[in-house]
Every structure is written in structure tokens, then in C-alpha cells.
């Protein structure tokens, strides 16, 4: 063990410093009596009392709120329309979109062509396996397959944005196989 | 109610008493520690009930007793007694096996705040090591006892402490993503933010005013910086498309952080209080997750240019990426340690997502964890520690390891699930 004497220079200049919450060294052999300590005598303490002084960990708490779309054309909420359905789903580390896809991408292409005062957010999903933020990553490069799918086949580039989520909003809870093919995918979220 | 402090009227046992009565709660919540792996002759300490106000809401004792166990470099031995800082040792403590003894006293100043007085005591030696007063507003009481288990960590081993840091992580609860702010011990957490939509990869600002993360309460990835005392926001990266990743320059005065402005995850810097990105990687692969170097000059980051995730460095001005890691097929989220010598990261092994923490001169790897379910490292300021994610009986719980990984500890889980930590500084002096 080093010197404690050192220890003790060094700790008490810096406790000096420290305001409000400052600690003291108190004298080495005697200390100061705890019977001594009173309302108005504050011992050795060099801190002057403070009115209501505040916490120095005092955290101000913050509630983000999230506005939810109204208003959209019935058709996208119609069971039997062809832009009801806005999933695609994606194969194991895959980002290709998949031949039973691409009549949704098609009819989702000739709606918003039709309707160009209308914005839709192509959203990436992942599984859970991995770390959060690659997966986002990964979640993107889904979303941009979409875009580019809609691109393609004549939406303009303004009503879209490739947005992901990663693992965070699966679809599907459970940690199994089944649940993991649920969540790789991407949405269609229609924005106005 | 006179101006005589309580101790001085019925006397320190009887009131110590009565506080240790009335915090069966508090104590109880101190003893969740799981320390494991520790080896055997440590040095005897004992931390001594401290002779205490009953107005205290919280044991400081029991906070100074937690974490020094928590520490895993020490035999813990229960005094059994109530000592306060002065006066003399019983004789009969030498004969428990203590070596080293903690007492102390906390009374009330008139203005409402805790005058918290200490000592270390050698009782091998017989001598006092120290003995020191702080005076603290009541909600930081806690802290009190963080401080003190700091100056004696540092007396009794010579280094600093972490004791008095403070951590991030995210909770979820029900259907709420919680920010919260708590001890490092993940006691005493405090709402920062609280949402409907995930928030992820929190980070502190080097002096620990604020926090860095990414928010989806606009349903997307957007990146904040949080004042947290005072509540303040700032969206700093909310461009078209994904705001991802954020790294704090260690000048607290720009983010590295990952944007999909062109398609494709790459890295951009944006200054702090926002404005336009500054392009730092391209390349036609994901590249994410940056994290600078205490100096500066160089930023760590993931890409899967080769085609599998792995970590990269590059100048933090720009230019040819070196390629860091090898023989792993999945090597992400990497966090350099606050002397640049240690790299933690997530590693998959045998389908196992492990904490690696890799000395960058040699290149060896050490796993620091276990289960395989692990996430999102991050170093204690004095880099002797790494926090991280897990999964501990079907939770998501956060666990802090020694970096040669002999110690590991899950930390407090009050509420629901906790992930993302992030380790503060040390607090400002």
C-alpha cells in the first residue's frame, strides 16, 4: 500500500473544490466530536448552508409523445382491395424481394401513382438475432429493396422514405423459427 | 422540534437502532448482488452501521457495504455493530478478521441537508486512515455513500473508483420504452425520457450533462441530445431516411453518427447542436455503430464490406479503413476503453453472441460473458469494467464484468426489462 499520507493531500485538495457536495478531511487524531455538531455550527465543515439546495443527481423527466395518421383513402383499409396487404416478408439474411411479393409491390406502385399527394414509409424489420443497431442497418437495406421495387416500376422518389426499425418492433414475440421469418420484413405505412 | 440534533439527545446506539428498523427496505434491496468468480483471500473489511439521523431516507452505510462487495476485491465481513466516526474500535472487531473497518455518522443541518461524516479505520494497524465529513442534499444521500466507497476503493488499492458514476439504459415496461438515469449499481433510477416508440444506443457527453440517443417516437430512427437536467432536446440528425449509432467526439462538441442519406448505412459527423453531416466513410457496405478513440484521431466502427459484420478503423478525418478483427463470422458494437488500449465488443461464437474484450496490441481476446445473449458493452470511466446486456431468467438484465473477466455481477432489476447501458464519466469535481 502507498503512502496514505499522499493520498490524503491529493483527496483532500480535490474534496476543497467540490462545492455543495464537498467532502472534508477532519482532523486526523481527534475528529470532531459528534456531540459538537448543531444547527448552526456545521463542525469543519466548509460548505455555507444553501436554501433549498437542489439535488446534485436531480434527472428532469421528458414524455415524447407520437402523433397517429388519420384521414388515409379508404381503399388502404378495405380487406378486399389490392393495396389492403403491406408486408413483404424477406428470407434469412436476405434482401431480395420474394416472386409471391411482387404483385402487392405493383398494386402499391399504381396506387401511389394515382394518388401522388399521398407520402408512404417503406420500414425494415429484422429478427432479433444480432445487436441492435447492425440489425437497423440490415432493416434498411430491406426498406431500400422496397423503395427501389416502387422506383422502378414509376412512383416518384418524393412520396418515399426507407426507414428502419431493426429487431426493435417484431411482429411476432416469441424466439422461435416461425416467429423469426414474421419479423424479417418490411412495411408499407402510408403517411399522407 | 429544538435546534439539537437527535443523536446528540438519545444517544447513537438507540437511534442507529431505529434506523436499521426502519431500513429493512433499503437493505434488503442493497443484498441483490451476484457476485461470482471471485477468488479467495481478499482483504477483510467491514463497513460498521453508521450511527444515523432517523429524518436519513436511505442507509448510507449499507450503500458503501454494497458496493465495495460489489467491487469483488474484497472479503466483506459483517461488524455486526453501529460505530460512528469517532470514538474508539471495540476490541473484539480485530477478532472477527477484520482488517480494515468503515464507520461513520449522519446527522441533519438545519437547512435540511446531511452532514455525513467518516472514517477508515486500520484496525491492524490501529491507526485511522482517514477520516472526512460531506454534506449532501437529502435525495443524495446515495451518493454520499458512492463517495465514500470511492475514497476508501482508492485508499484501500490505489485506484479510482467508480462508484460515484452514474449509467443509462432502457427499460420496457408494458408497452412503454423508459430512459432511465440511475447509480451505477442501476439503484435510484431517474425518468429521463419516456416513450410509446423504442429508443436505443444511449450515449453520455464526455463531461455527463447529456445524453446522445435514437428516439423512433416520430416512427422513425431519429438522434437526440438530452440535457438531463433541465430536459432540454435537440434533434441533431433527423434527415431522410435513418439517424442511427451515435458517437460522442471525446470534445463533446460533434457526433459520429450513421445516416442512409445515399441508401446504405455510412458514417456522417454533425456537430452537437445540429446542422449539416459531414460524409466520414463511403462504401457501397453497411458501415455503423462509430465510436471514437479517446484521442480522437481514429473511430472504430462496424461494416460488412468483407461480408460479414466486422469492426474497422479509420482516421476521424477520413481516408483508407483498416480492418481490426478476424476469425469471427459476426463482430459488432465495438467501445474503446477511456486509455484506448482495450476494444469490447460483441462476438458470435458457435451461434453464441458473446463480450469479447480484446487488447488492441497483442489482439487477444478475452470473453467476459457467458450465455450467449449478450449486447451492447460499454467501459467503466476507470477501464477495469464492462457493462453490458443480457438475458438472465427469460429478462433482459444488464451485467457488469471485470475485464479479465473473473468478477461479473447482474445489477439491480426493479422494473421490468433493462438493456442498452451505457456507462457515465466520472462526475464532475
Sequence with gaps: MKSFARHIVLLAAVSLTLGACSSVPLDEEKGAPIDNRSATSTGTSNSAPVAEPAARSAVAPVQATSSTVTGLPSALSDPSSPVFRKVVYFDFDSFEIREEFRGLIQAHASFLQANKQLKVALQGHTDERGTREYNLALGQKRAESVRKALVTLGVSDTQLEAVSFGEEKPMNQANDEAAYAQNRRAELVYQQ | ?429
Excluded at chain 2, 106 to 111: E, I, Q, T
Excluded at chain 2, 116 to 128: F, I
Excluded at chain 2, 217 to 245: C, D, M, Q, T, W
Design chain 2, 1 to 429: 422540534m429544538p435546534r439539537r440534533s437527535l443523536i446528540t439527545q438519545f444517544g447513537h446506539a438507540t437511534l442507529a437502532i431505529a434506523c436499521l428498523a426502519g431500513f429493512s427496505g433499503p437493505l434488503q434491496a442493497q443484498q441483490r448482488v451476484d457476485v461470482s468468480g471471485v477468488a479467495q483471500s481478499l482483504l477483510p473489511v467491514s463497513v460498521a452501521n453508521f450511527a444515523a439521523d432517523q429524518r436519513a431516507r436511505l442507509d448510507v452505510s449499507s450503500v458503501v457495504h454494497s458496493d465495495l462487495g460489489r467491487s469483488g476485491l474484497f472479503n466483506m465481513i459483517d461488524s455486526g455493530i453501529v460505530l460512528a466516526d469517532t470514538g474508539p474500535i471495540p476490541a473484539e472487531l480485530r477478532s472477527k478478521g477484520i482488517d480494515m473497518l468503515v464507520s461513520g455518522s449522519v446527522s441533519r443541518l438545519a437547512d435540511g441537508r446531511f452532514d455525513v461524516r467518516y472514517r477508515l479505520n486500520d484496525l491492524v494497524k490501529q491507526r485511522a486512515v482517514f477520516q472526512r465529513s460531506i454534506v449532501v442534499h437529502p435525495d443524495d444521500l446515495r451518493m454520499a455513500g458512492h463517495r465514500i466507497a470511492d475514497e476508501v476503493f482508492e485508499a484501500l488499492t490505489g485506484e479510482q473508483g467508480i462508484f460515484s458514476t452514474r449509467i443509462a439504459y432502457v427499460s420496457k415496461q408494458a408497452t412503454r420504452y423508459v430512459l432511465q438515469i440511475a447509480d451505477w449499481d442501476a439503484e435510484n433510477p431517474q425518468l429521463a425520457l419516456s416513450s410509446a416508440e423504442p429508443i436505443i444506443s444511449p450515449r453520455w457527453s464526455p463531461d455527463g450533462s447529456k445524453l446522445a440517443y435514437v428516439s423512433f417516437e416520430s416512427k422513425k430512427p431519429v438522434v437526440y441530445v438530452h440535457n438531463l437536467a433541465n430536459g432540454e432536446r435537440i434533434a441533431v440528425a433527423n434527415f431522410r431516411g435513418s439517424n442511427s449509432a451515435p458517437a460522442w467526439a471525446p470534445d463533446g462538441q460533434q457526433l459520429a453518427v450513421s445516416l442512409t442519406l445515399d441508401g446504405m448505412s455510412q458514417i456522417y459527423l454533425v456537430s452537437a447542436r445540429g446542422g449539416s453531416p459531414r460524409r466520414l466513410t463511403a462504401s457501397n457496405s453497411i458501415d455503423t455503430e462509430p465510436v471514437f478513440s479517446p484521442d480522437g484521431r481514429a473511430v472504430y466502427f462496424t461494416s460488412d464490406r468483407a461480408g460479414s459484420p466486422q469492426i474497422y478503423q479509420v482516421s476521424s478525418q477520413g481516408g483508407e479503413a483498416r480492418r481490426v478483427t478476424f476469425g469471427s463470422p459476426y463482430s459488432t458494437s465495438a467501445r474503446v476503453s477511456p486509455d484506448g488500449k482495450l476494444l469490447a465488443y460483441i462476438t458470435r461464437r458457435e451461434g453464441r453472441y458473446l463480450v469479447a474484450v480484446r487488447e488492441l496490441v497483442t489482439g487477444n481476446d478475452t470473453l467476459v460473458s457467458e450465455t450467449g445473449r449478450e449486447e451492447a458493452p460499454s467501459f467503466s470511466p476507470n477501464g477495469k469494467w464492462v457493462m453490458y446486456a443480457s438475458r438472465r431468467g427469460g429478462r433482459d438484465a444488464l451485467i457488469a464484468a471485470s475485464v479479465d473477466g473473473k468478477v461479473r455481477q447482474q445489477l439491480a432489476s426493479l422494473s421490468g426489462e433493462m438493456r442498452e447501458p451505457a456507462w457515465g464519466p466520472l462526475p464532475l469535481k
